[in-house]
């Protein structure tokens, strides 16, 4: 159901996470969040890095907030996003993590890459038993932020897929056992956030796109397969709160995957069955052209676009942004358009500042397009010129 987007047109937000703080030195490790927010100094540093992440959204006018996905450790690449399930749910080995093999298949990144780095990060927990909730705390997380602000906070989490792709199994007999396993134990944690209040809930990146452009035929592996684990992780939860479903090209160290711009035309078809109030698309990066497609194929649900690019320092400016946005209006509804960024900010390689423009250029290119549309503006104090520190001159 609608809820965070419900009576915004062009809502503006960002994808999860943001450049972590130099004096941001705590790192949870295996401690649980609960466990870790005893501790003064982690305590301490968590709640003000989430209270600036979110004043800077708020300063910057964006209509949703995030944490910056605080609880996340400062690993290479942003590995935590992967590895936090690992250290935290029922089911996986506590102690001696090795590297998970890596197949020399399509998304192979040799020595010499800065990808391979990502790859010999992947220092994981073996599942060895009965995956379960165990201490994602995403709920504990939420009420964390939510307390610091009266904006809605978009909570992020990986799927299951990705969580299973990137561990060694000793428990389960196939992958799909394995991957249904961690669905069910996500389903369960998001229910719990959904019922504690929170408006709107961000399931990230299952495989549908990167399946569906890479042709995978694979009998189990493949994007209708993972149209049913997507169902499978967030059912129920519509009836409570508002769902995501993010989709992106990924943003390991803010590269992309692939050495080329992808188009997501192939995969459309199948978004349309996925149980989501909101799909996000990357398209700064593509240059927007897939907005037809996208207007073309998904009818019946909310489209939020990606209008500036993680992968680069450039700050968009809000003319080019505004073009972006009439662009997309030509073929999806205002009343169906959600402006966003491509995807996380916050996987190692930009600066907080370069962050904070990008948000503060995505709100105020929205708003030339409301103001062309008479709809009203968001405040974007950042870009009120009476707190200039120069004085023009005449
Ligand atoms: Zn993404």
């Not at 037809?292 to 649900?301: N, V, Y």
């Not at 500042?353 to 503060?360: D, E, G, L, N």
């Not at 929205?366 to 120069?390: F, I, K, M």
Request: aromatic fraction near 8%; charged fraction near 25%; charge should be negative.
């Amino acid at each position: 159901m609608y809820r965070a987007t419900k009576d915004i047109k062009l809502p503006t937000t960002i994808t999860g996470s943001l450049p972590r703080p130099s004096w941001y030195t705590e790192n949870l490790g295996t401690r649980s969040f609960l466990d870790a927010m005893v501790s003064t100094s982690f305590r301490d540093q968590y709640v003000d890095t989430v209270s600036v992440y979110l004043h800077e959204q708020e300063v910057a006018g964006l209509d949703i907030v995030t944490d910056g996905d605080a609880h996340f450790d400062q690993d290479i690449g942003g590995q935590s996003w992967t590895a936090y399930p690992t250290r935290h749910m029922a089911g996986f080995e506590r102690g001696n993590p090795r590297p998970t093999p890596a197949g020399k298949g399509g998304l192979w990144f040799p020595p010499g890459h800065i990808l391979h780095d990502y790859l010999e990060s992947r220092v994981m927990a073996n599942i060895v038993g009965p995956v379960g909730r165990g201490d994602l705390q995403y709920t504990p997380m939420w009420k964390a932020a939510q307390r610091l602000t009266k904006k809605p906070v978009k909570f992020g989490t990986i799927g299951p897929e990705l969580v299973a792709f990137a561990v060694a199994d000793r428990h389960y007999k196939n992958i799909k056992d394995r991957i249904y396993a961690l669905a069910d134990a996500f389903n369960e944690e998001l229910h719990e956030l959904a019922d504690a209040g929170c408006e709107v809930i961000q399931f990230e990146e299952p495989q549908i796109h990167l399946l569906a452009v890479r042709n995978i035929v694979d009998a189990v592996i493949n994007p209708k397969f993972s149209v049913e684990v997507f169902n499978r992780t967030v059912k129920g939860l519509r009836a409570k709160t508002e769902v995501w479903c993010h989709s992106c090209w990924g943003n390991p160290s803010q590269q992309r995957m692939f050495a080329q711009v992808q188009s997501y035309k192939a995969a459309l078809p199948l978004f349309n069955e996925v149980d989501a109030d909101v799909i996000t698309f990357e398209s700064c990066s593509a240059g927007g052209m897939d907005l037809e497609a996208f207007g073309q194929t998904i009818k019946d649900k909310k489209i939020a676009i990606g209008v500036i690019d993680h992968h680069t320092l450039q700050i968009e400016r809000p003319e080019e942004i505004a073009d972006h946005i009439r662009r997309a209006l030509k073929y999806i509804p205002v009343e169906r358009l959600v402006i966003s960024s491509d995807c996380g900010m916050g996987r190692e390689g930009m600066s907080r500042r370069h962050a904070f423009y990008k948000m503060v250029a995505l709100v105020q290119g929205t708003n030339v397009v409301r103001r062309e549309l008479g709809l009203p503006e968001a405040t974007c104090l950042a870009a009120d010129e009476r707190y200039s520190l120069v004085v023009p001159t005449k």
